[in-house]
C-alpha cells in the first residue's frame, strides 16, 4: 500500500513541539507519512534549535497529498509566509484537509480561509489583529483548544494534542479508539488498551 503524504509547513522559528505528535500519529496509523514543507529546500531552524531540511519547497508541492498543516511559530508574518497563500487556496479548491495551529491560525484567519468555518487561535483578538477586514468569522470562533469545521482544523499554540488528534482522525489516520487512546496517554500519562 503507498502511503498518501500529509504537508507540514514549517517556516523558519516554527514552534517544534507543535508538529511532534501529529509526525509520530502519522506514522504509527501507516497510512500516512509526514513531509515537510518550506519556503526553499534550505534548512529551517526551530524555535528549540532543531534544523530541519524540507522534502518540498513552495513551488515543487506534489499534486497528490491528503492535508497541508501550517505549523506555528514567529516566522507566519514574514515575506516567506505570502508563499504559502497559493498552496492553501490550492488544497482548498482540491478538497484537501487543511490545518493551522497558533500563528498557522492565525496566518489563515489573515487571509479569509476561515471565514466559512467553526475555528479557534492563540485568541480572538489575535485572529481579528492578523486579519484586519478580510477576518469576517468572529462568530464562528470557538475558545477551545482545537476545532474541525468543514476540512480546516485549527489550534491555538497550547492545543498540540487535540489539533494533532482532530487531524487524526479527521485522516482516519488509525482506528478512532487508538488515536483517542493515544492522545489520553500524552494527555494524562494514563493508557488503556
Not at 487543511?98 to 500563528?103: A, F, L
Amino acid at each position: 500500500m503507498k502511503q498518501e503524504e500529509v504537508l507540514l509547513v514549517l517556516l523558519n522559528e516554527y514552534a517544534d513541539w507543535e508538529s511532534a505528535f501529529l509526525a509520530a500519529g502519522l506514522r504509527t496509523g501507516g497510512r500516512y507519512v509526514p513531509r515537510v514543507v518550506g519556503a526553499t529546500r534550505e534548512p529551517v531552524c526551530s524555535l528549540g534549535g532543531f534544523r530541519t531540511l524540507p522534502d518540498y519547497d513552495f513551488q515543487t508541492l506534489p499534486d497528490e497529498y491528503a492535508a497541508l498543516v501550517l505549523i506555528g511559530g514567529t516566522g507566519w508574518q514574514s515575506a516567506a509566509a505570502a508563499g504559502v497563500v497559493g498552496p492553501v487556496q490550492h488544497a482548498r479548491d482540491n478538497g484537501r484537509i487543511v490545518g493551522g495551529i497558533c500563528n498557522g491560525a492565525s496566518f489563515l484567519a489573515a487571509h479569509g480561509f476561515l471565514n466559512d468555518v467553526r475555528h479557534t487561535g492563540n485568541t480572538l483578538e489575535q485572529l481579528k489583529l492578523w486579519g484586519g477586514d478580510r477576518y469576517t468569522n468572529e462568530a464562528g470562533y470557538v475558545e477551545r483548544q482545537a476545532v474541525a469545521d468543514g476540512g480546516i482544523v485549527t489550534a491555538n499554540g497550547t492545543g498540540y494534542l487535540e489539533f494533532s488528534r482532530e487531524l487524526l482522525l479527521l485522516l482516519e489516520a488509525d482506528a478512532p479508539e487508538r488515536i483517542e487512546a493515544d492522545y489520553a496517554f500524552q494527555k494524562n500519562g494514563l493508557y488503556s488498551a
